[in-house]
């Protein structure tokens, strides 16, 4: 167990619709990351968090969206889903130690679009 | 073409039998390397993590190696267990902290009794 949970841990959609996925990052750790990861497909960096305010984008669409709240749990919203939004979504968060940021990842949401 | 190109893309060993998977890279500037376990369906755990300092670090069978010249990385695994089939991850960093990253593709092993 990393220490960050998610929810909910599966997520059946139709295409166009909106869903939100939640993620609390271990206790003390700043930073949240959230990632894709399609059937067969490597992560994909979406976004990160540090302490509430946007440090850096990856490949995020703009159909997406994400916010990290005063109590450092963060939110992922999808929206407009279309099929190939189906994947693994994870969430992560770090602590600097031995000169690099340590990921903790979640267990992970799977999105299923139908 | 990617910037970090792992291999092989598949791997199956006998149990006790060691591996090496092999992780290249062409980012620049070059912050860390890091390895991940990653089991079908779960979040990638940690194994290492290295900078440019560092040209090895082990955890536990795991023994991971740097060559921040050549911009190669490797992971060895000794006396393989069935538990350490998973996929196995590089991740290269761009300068300090994680803004700028690059994942490898993964090296899918599995370990048969």
């Known amino acids: 167990d990393s220490g960050v949970t998610q929810t909910p841990k599966h997520l059946i959609t139709a295409t166009g619709q909106r869903v939100t996925l939640r993620c609390s990052p271990r206790s003390g750790d700043l930073s949240v990351y959230w990632y894709q990861q399609s059937l067969d497909q490597g992560l994909q960096f979406l976004i990160q968090y540090y302490n509430g305010e946007e440090r850096a984008k990856g490949n995020i669409l703009e159909r997406f969206s994400a916010q990290q709240f005063p109590d450092l749990h963060s939110e992922l919203n999808l929206s407009s889903l279309e099929l190939g939004d189906s994947a693994l979504y994870f969430c992560?968060?770090?602590?600097?130690?031995?000169?690099?940021?340590?990921?903790?990842f979640g267990p992970g949401t799977r999105l299923t679009v139908l | 073409k990617n910037q970090v190109e792992q291999s092989p893309q598949s791997l199956i060993i006998l149990e006790g039998k060691n591996c090496t998977l092999q992780?290249?890279?062409?980012?620049?500037?070059?912050?860390?390397l890091r390895w991940y376990k990653q089991d079908t369906g779960r979040g990638p755990v940690s194994l290492t993590i290295?900078?440019?300092?560092?040209n090895t670090k082990s955890n536990g069978r795991y023994t991971a190696t740097l060559d921040a010249d050549t911009k190669q990385s490797s992971l060895h695994i000794t006396a393989s267990q069935l538990s350490d089939s998973a996929s196995y991850i590089c991740?290269?960093?761009?300068?300090?902290?994680?803004?700028?990253?690059?994942f490898g593709a993964g090296t899918r092993l599995t370990v048969k009794p």
């Open positions: 992780c290249n890279y062409t980012v620049s500037p070059f912050s860390n």
């Open positions: 991740v290269v960093s761009f300068r300090r902290g994680n803004n700028d990253m690059r």
């Open positions: 290295m900078t440019f300092s560092e």
């Open positions: 992560a968060s770090s602590v600097y130690q031995s000169g690099a940021d340590t990921q903790y």
